[in-house]
Nanobody, 123 residues
């Protein structure tokens, strides 16, 4: 497993932007696929975006065209750039890592999770 620390959450008005970062411990970051998930109060954790070891990206339909996932292997960091934020994007956002490189849209594929960072979008 790898230790993950998220940062960059906060309060933003609708239409605004935030960039989340997730930094991993260890020297094998490039061997992990990475994902972002979110969980709103009273709801299940849901997939947001993922990036494979080869930087192929995947997005939930609800964020496609607004969010961008990227990775910097030299910095052991994955990013989630969130633009045109909506109140329904309000949630705790979690970073996750997996040694699998396919079927990255389900929580079941991931075995390392960060502590989460709160994103609140006001209307």
């Amino acid at each position: 497993q790898v230790q993950l620390v998220e940062s960059g959450g906060g309060l933003v008005q609708a239409g605004g932007s935030l960039r989340l970062s997730c930094t991993a411990s260890g020297r094998t970051f490039s061997s992990y696929a990475m994902g972002w998930f979110r969980q709103a109060p009273g709801k299940e954790r849901e997939f947001v975006a993922a990036i494979s070891r080869g930087s192929i990206t995947y997005y939930a339909d609800s964020v496609k065209g607004r969010f961008t996932i990227s990775r910097d292997n030299a910095k052991n960091t994955v990013y989630l750039q969130m633009n045109s934020l909506k109140p329904e994007d309000t949630a705790v956002y979690y970073c996750a890592a997996t040694t699998f490189n396919t079927f990255l849209t389900t929580t079941l594929r991931y075995d390392s999770w960060g502590q989460g960072t709160q994103v609140t979008v006001s209307s």
